[in-house]
């Protein structure tokens, strides 16, 4: 879209890390590096824009390869999201929501040669409530990173939007957070990849949406995990989880988890509002994204019209069910699940014994006990904080389903969703989207799903 400087290299070093781990960074404070300010032209589109910095003369930034769609990840390079000055003023029915929160939890700060470690699962700096925010672990939104999950997730199910031609408008975590009217003027929200740190405000923004009739796509994972709390200006965020600080657990019971009852948790389970939760699901530990079975999801109720085209079957007629993403890596890597029991026929229905609504249909699920012998061991879903349930609580399965309650909220129950239909890896799971956003997005009040 443009060329932009050239602008004056400045040395700035990182923020020392507080405990004096050496070698590492603060991820807990502002670096106060030199902003470079770019105008945006008023006909840019609404989009999510990779910046691509390149050091050195401009003889030698001339032979620098422009990237292309294969080749965003890495460092040098960061994203940022135009937006219409006005919510809605494209005629876009779907606003994508770029989860950026979860982002910066996870980003390292490192270099292409240097590894800083800094975040919130590499060296936390945890903190007393006190005058700058409540307990719990810190982290500034300012500091370096590179994009990762934006080049895994986000970039090949935007292209597949493109390619097929939903218009569709952006926003930040940030934007949902502030902004209490920002989903009023569309018909459906996306929730893509991984979704795992939501504010208060962000949460109480999608429910009232989904309450006054606005849909919902998760398309995620880990969804709505950790409760953040943005302080300094909503340039930082605090959240009391359950990460180590050296060799020890600050605080346990990390009481910024959205399940459990207070005091040792927010007490608003996170089924509520997507209808599943990673306590009922789990992740493949190892090489991220890990090996993971490439078994589907078992179908089930195929006359839904989530399932319309794609000739699935549940086995109703007496054959066996067929499997939606069967033979692709879709369940994981991190999956999310509802409490479940099966009727007579085999069927899974929700139980709601863990806040999933009672209207929930469980379109497809995966059971992930027993797990494979060739596969890593499958961390239950709240592996990180057995303080909470020392033994498993019930059957743990990736679900897929959707529920209405004023609007109607898919979820895909998997991380890699995005990807699969993204890179259109399975018919089957790009036709059950298509059929999602072309229902969910269309004008006027849903209908109910049966």
């Known amino acids: 879209m443009a060329e932009a400087g050239p602008y004056p290299g400045v040395s700035a070093a990182p923020p020392p ?3 004096g781990v050496p070698e590492h960074a603060s991820p807990a404070v502002d670096w106060n590096w030199p ?3 770019h105008t945006v032209p008023e006909d840019w589109p ?9 050091a050195g003369t401009e003889q030698q930034v001339r032979r620098v390869p422009m990237l292309d769609d294969s080749d965003i990840e890495g460092f040098e390079r960061e994203f940022f999201v135009v937006r ?3 919510a809605g003023a494209t005629g876009a029915r779907i606003l994508y929501k770029k989860s950026t929160y979860t982002r910066h939890a996870y980003n390292r700060a490192d270099r292409a040669d240097v590894q800083r470690a800094a975040s919130l699962y590499d060296h936390p700096v945890h903190r007393q409530a006190g005058p700058d925010g409540p307990r719990g ?4 939104l300012h ?3 590179g994009v990762i999950d934006l080049a895994y997730w986000d970039a090949p199910f935007i292209a597949w939007l493109e390619r097929g031609g939903y218009p569709v408008e952006y926003c930040t975590d940030l934007d949902l957070h502030e902004e209490p009217g920002l989903l009023a003027p569309y018909r459906l929200l996306l929730s893509v990849g991984h979704d795992e740190y939501w504010s208060a405000a962000m949460r109480d923004h999608v429910a009232q949406f989904v309450r006054d009739g606005g849909n919902v796509a998760f398309l995620s994972a880990n969804t709505c995990w950790w409760r953040v709390h943005p302080v300094d200006g909503n340039s930082a965020f605090v959240s009391d989880t359950d990460h180590h600080v050296g060799e020890e657990y600050p605080h346990l019971p990390a009481t910024d ?6 005091p040792d948790g927010v007490g608003e389970p996170e089924n509520t509002l997507t209808g599943v939760s990673f306590r009922n699901g789990g992740m493949w530990p190892g090489d991220w994204p890990g090996d993971r079975p490439r078994d589907g999801y078992r179908v089930q109720h195929a006359d839904h019209w989530v399932y319309e085209g794609t000739g699935l079957r549940d086995g109703s007629d007496g054959g066996p069910a067929d499997a939606l993403g069967a033979g692709t890596p879709l369940i994981g890597y991190e999956c999310d699940g509802a409490a479940f029991a099966r009727d007579a026929n085999g069927v899974a229905h929700a139980t709601g014994v863990d806040g999933t609504p009672e209207s929930f249909l469980i379109l497809g699920i995966y059971l992930l006990d027993p797990v494979h012998d060739d596969f890593h061991h499958l961390k239950w879903g709240h592996w990180n904080c057995p303080a909470r349930e020392p033994a498993i609580t019930g ?3 990736a679900t897929m389903g959707l529920y209405t309650a004023g609007g109607t909220v898919f979820t895909a129950g998997t991380t890699d969703w995005p990807v699969i239909c993204g890179r259109e890896l399975d018919a089957g799971v790009v036709r059950v989207t298509r059929n999602v956003l072309d229902r969910l997005s269309g004008p006027g009040p849903t209908t109910p799903e049966r």
Do not use: E, K, M, N
């Not at 609404?46 to 390149?54: D, E, K, S, T």
């Open 17 to 19: 890390h507080p405990d």
């Open 35 to 37: 902003p470079y300010h």
């Open 46 to 54: 609404p989009g999510i824009y990779l910046a691509h910095f390149v």
């Open 84 to 86: 219409p000055r006005r």
């Open 137 to 140: 672990h810190r982290l500034s």
């Open 143 to 145: 500091r370096p990173g």
């Open 257 to 262: 988890q959205w399940w459990p009852a207070p």
């Open 395 to 397: 059957p743990r399965a």
